[in-house]
């Protein structure tokens, strides 16, 4: 549902007059996506200015550590990106605008997740995925496709559960405080 949202986002901006800048800040929304929950809990993507990214760190620690890997976070947030928008990252240390909470995991463990019961309409949902991959060939790409849609389809439902709420406009799951993901919220 991401890449959906994703490959929409992307049309709508296409045509906008500020459409690189749009694209190179979506960087700030896959900062903890690239990083993962404990270093994004204790980090916070401020900004892109000119293709730097902005990090702020709750300490030197984090900057040090960070700036380690920062090849890697770089080509993975480029990746995401679809091409080299983002040319640098700079930490700084500065309080962290977000509460210092514990990060609650956005995914269970593949163990737990197997185990997610699908309600009905979810099934038929998926159902009618899963039938649209009977154009697909190749037995094992068709396989494979449908064992990730009926991942991505438990993760959805473990995330309802907690407490996400359903974007009303892509039907993504999302946590935040908006009825929009935010992704959605970039294109209202």
């Known amino acids: 549902m991401l890449t959906q949202a994703m490959h929409s986002v992307s049309h709508a901006m296409e045509n906008h007059e500020s459409a690189e800048q749009l694209r190179e800040n979506l960087a700030v929304l896959y900062w903890e996506r690239v990083v993962g929950p404990q270093a994004g809990g204790s980090t916070e993507a401020e900004s892109v200015n000119g293709g730097v990214l902005f990090v702020n760190t709750k300490s030197s620690v984090w900057s040090h550590e960070l700036t380690l890997y920062k090849p890697r976070i770089l080509a993975e947030l480029n990746r995401l990106l679809g091409k080299q928008r983002i040319t640098d990252i700079r930490f700084r240390v500065r309080k962290l605008k977000k509460e210092s909470a514990p990060v609650e995991p956005e995914t269970p463990p593949l163990e737990e997740l197997k185990t997610v019961v699908l309600e009905p309409a979810e099934r038929g949902q998926l159902r009618a995925q ?38 009303r406009r892509c039907q993504a799951a999302q946590n935040t405080e908006y009825s929009l993901c935010p992704v959605c919220r970039l294109t209202d």
């Open 130 to 167: 899963l039938e649209e991959l009977i154009y697909i060939k190749d037995d094992v790409i068709r396989e494979k496709i449908a064992h990730r849609l009926m991942l991505d389809a438990k993760l959805r439902h473990w995330r309802i559960e907690r407490g996400w709420k359903v974007c």
